[in-house]
């Protein structure tokens, strides 16, 4: 029941992407400096949250991978030389393999913000 609501409440992440990249498209680029400076806020805004919801459905995929996969492959999750052991080391290299990627993607991210806030020109 907890796994179903937090499924549901997790897809609200994809209603918001989908309402801030129509209102993105919507903007006008401007030729007044705060218009330009509106329209760059809003694509690192976009820009960071479309990369969140990449790297959270990643997440939430291989969750469900390591975790339903055993159960799925029970002759050879039984096995102890197995990869696919409920407590082997799928989970493990899953998670330390995304937790180390996602972490790269996203500091991409945060330093464009950073250099766009902090921009000498």
């Keep these: 029941l907890a796994m179903a609501v937090s499924c549901v409440l997790f897809v609200v992440i994809y209603f918001r992407l989908a309402y801030k990249r129509r209102m993105f498209r919507g903007m006008d680029r401007g030729t007044t400096v705060e ?13 960071l949250l479309w990369t969140c919801t990449v790297l959270w459905t990643t997440l939430v995929v291989a969750y469900f991978f390591y975790s339903l996969a055993p159960l799925l492959l029970e002759g050879v999750a039984d096995n102890p030389a ?39 020109a």
């Design 35 to 47: 218009d330009v400076e509106a329209y760059a806020r809003g694509r690192l805004s976009l820009g």
């Design 82 to 120: 197995s990869w696919f052991r409920r407590d082997g080391p799928l989970t493990m290299a899953c998670e330390a393999t995304l937790d180390v990627l996602l972490k790269v993607v996203y500091m991409k991210i945060i330093v464009d913000v950073h250099d766009a806030v902090f921009d000498d």
